[in-house]
């Protein structure tokens, strides 16, 4: 009972944490504004700004592969890029689950072990998070005007929430904090007497060095940043799908890049609520004449480009099943 309730507050509180966030966002909007923009929407960019979403996911999975072999896994190429296709799709469902269905798809197929792939994961991750927080200090050093802006619109200005911390309030956060580490503390030495846990994260510590013995580092490099700038050319190309954005201009599309790709940080299926109002409050920034254009915009971007994800999880599942049917076969 304790798992399943678990289970479903953990799909219930992402959907209801976005679905607020979009309730709030679109309370006032007439979607029969929708019916409308059809007729303007230029739907090939539209198509066109879906490949490069694929070819993120190959990157992605082409590098994971990558990152495998020095620790002694060698899975199929496609089983890795199959994997990297089901976690998004998982994660649309739980998010932050695609990690781990990952590592999972890859042990039932191949035989990975599952703590040394999750290594690697953790790995990829950190390098993931380094490049979008150096990309965005690059675009605010670019744009600080509008990053302040930005900053002031929403509220998270880091003096005005500065001021209304109370002595009280730093005392608290500190105690907060403190008990943080001293519970991680305990829990480290409770696990590390556990032989079973303690082989899983000497796997895992072998998974996330892995790096540092990639035979092929410009390889890795290159494959990083043609995840990053897929990632970029999949929000970019639907600028030109609709009209008052596609005059903004490309650094416009850069900053609310750097700001959504930061928004989806919230634990919500596919950054669904805080990626509409991250990049709405940068297009409002940049000019656009009406609130309703930028929501609109990120409404139907948001909803073309997630509706790719379970898609591509969906051939994937059939595609490795497929596989597992022939091999039967044979034998």
Known sequence: ?????????NIALPLLLGGGILYWMYRDFDFSQLAKANEQINWWWMLLSLIPGITAQVFRGLRWRQTLDPI?????????????FISYATSLVIPRSGE???????????????????GTVVTERIIDSALVLLFTFIIFLMSIQMFTSFLDETGMSFTRWLNHF??????????CV???????????????ADSK????????????????????????IFYTLAIWVSYFLHFYLTF?????????????????FAVGSIAVVVPTPNGMGSWHFAVKTVLMLAGIPSASIAEMFVLIVHA??????????????????VKKDDKSGEM
């Open 166 to 175: 109370t002595t009280t309030g730093f005392i608290v956060t500190g105690i």
């Open 72 to 84: 002694g896994e060698h899975p199929s190429v496609m089983h890795c890029i199959h994997a990297v």
């Open 178 to 192: 403190a008990a943080v580490i001293v519970l991680i503390y305990f829990i480290i030495r409770k696990l590390k």
């Open 100 to 118: 781990v269905t990952r590592c999972g798809v890859l042990a039932k197929y191949d035989g990975t072990s599952f703590s040394k792939a999750l």
């Open 1 to 9: 009972m304790s798992k399943k309730w678990n289970k479903t507050v």
């Open 304 to 321: 073309v480009q997630t509706a790719l994800i379970p898609l591509l999880g969906v051939y994937s599942m059939i595609a490795l099943a």
């Open 240 to 256: 030109f799908a609709f009209p008052y954005i596609c005059d903004l201009g490309i650094m416009v599309a850069l900053i609310a």
């Open 197 to 220: 846990v303690k082989q899983m994260m000497t796997n895992m510590r072998d998974g996330i060095l892995s790096l540092r013995d990639v035979d092929n580092k410009p390889l890795f």
